[in-house]
């Protein structure tokens, strides 16, 4: 598999941000900056996705109608019935 496009960007941070970043490459072993703020900004988006995933979750439940909540607890509880009785085997 061949490497990612980039794009060169500029930007200012603060100082006492890129005293972190060159810390962390030190650290890690990581010798350029631009890898260190590239693994950075990802596990910030992975966090930010999986927060929306959460919101959503919880966004999706709470609109859920009494006959809907209820159907959705009998299907929890029929396949936790089934996952046990699978589990006792």
Do not use: C, P
């Not at 988006?45 to 209820?70: G, R, V």
Request: no cysteine; hydrophobic share 35%; net charge negative.
């Amino acid at each position: 598999m061949g490497t990612a496009r980039k794009t060169k960007v500029s930007v200012t941070i603060a100082t006492e941000l890129l005293s972190q970043i060159d810390t962390y490459s030190e650290r890690s072993g990581i010798r350029n900056r631009s890898n260190v703020i590239e693994l950075w900004l990802r596990r910030a988006a992975q966090m930010e996705a999986a927060h929306q995933l959460e919101k959503d979750t919880i966004s999706y439940y709470e609109s859920l109608t009494a006959a809907e909540q209820a159907e959705d607890s009998e299907w929890a509880a029929v396949s936790t019935g089934s996952f046990t009785t699978l589990g006792d085997e």
